[in-house]
């Protein structure tokens, strides 16, 4: 809390506002440089309100007349910037997830902590990043659908067939899931906007090495040859170019996964 003094009177005198705050009278030049003469009241007498006692104003009649005589002042203390926040008043709070959190921990742990600790009549809300962060949240899981529902329909268009897509769209799963597991083990990890990124990119890579397989073995089955010994055949020869496809991958996103800063 700082101290406000409201004083109700304005200084009209030149002496008065000089003995209270400061006035430029003139300028000089010596040394080949400028100085501004300020005249201003020592500063033991003006260290507070009581030294408003002291300072003499001049009346109509041309006497001086302490400003003690003309006016009353009280000390009161408020806030010295009142925010606003949806016309109530607010107090704004700053902070950062600690290290191992991710924003979302953090937001739900403040939440968390409102809910326990604020009185009848308080209420609490997010804005700036945090707002946007909690009301595009709930979309992260129509995002995915749709990335996986746009890659089912290009797959169908390239192949002309529903049932080769589904075909490809079987090792989705697979790839999700082990990267969730990997986000939840390792505290190192964070469950931010990268991490989901970088799970719409498997998306893509699975599809990819399932393709190899499906393609192929496709291929066999239109040719004649039996559905079992078809995919046999298929994931026995797809295997090398799938493997060199993922560590290519992988050793292309080692930079990133070791880097810090920015």
């Known amino acids: 809390m700082k101290s406000r003094f409201e004083i109700g009177f304005n200084f009209t005198s030149q002496s008065g506002s000089a003995a209270a705050g400061e006035i430029a009278v003139n300028d000089f030049t010596r040394y080949g440089r400028n100085f501004r003469v300020v005249t201003q009241a020592d500063t033991a007498y003006r260290a507070g309100i ?14 001086s007349v302490p400003l003690s005589a003309l006016i009353s002042y009280e000390v009161v203390e408020n806030a010295p910037v009142i925010s606003h926040y949806n016309l109530f008043r607010s107090a704004e709070i700053n902070g950062d997830a600690a290290s191992g959190y991710s924003s979302g921990q953090a937001l739900a742990a403040l939440e968390e902590v409102a809910t326990e600790v604020l009185p009848a009549g308080y209420g609490y809300d997010f804005s700036g990043l945090s707002r946007e962060e909690l009301s595009s949240g709930n979309s992260t899981i129509l995002i995915f659908g ?30 999700a899931f082990g990267a969730i597991i990997a986000l939840h083990l390792l505290p190192s990890l964070d469950n931010n906007i990268y991490a989901q990124i970088g799970l ?41 170019p799938i493997v060199m496809t993922s560590l290519a991958f992988i050793l292309g996103v080692v930079p990133l996964a070791i880097s810090s800063g920015a």
Not at 50 to 63: A, C, I, K, N, P
Not at 218 to 240: C, N
């Open 50 to 63: 009581d030294d408003l006692e002291q300072y003499y104003v001049q009346s109509t009649g041309g006497e």
């Open 146 to 175: 749709l990335a996986i529902v746009l890659v089912s329909l290009l797959l169908a268009a390239l192949y002309e067939s529903w049932s080769v897509p589904f075909s490809v769209l079987l090792a989705l799963p697979l790839v």
């Open 200 to 240: 719409i990119t498997l998306i893509g890579l699975a599809a990819k090495n399932a393709i190899l397989i499906v393609e192929f073995a496709k291929e066999r089955v239109d040719a004649g040859m039996p559905l079992l010994q078809a995919t046999l055949e298929a994931v026995k020869l797809r295997l090398r």
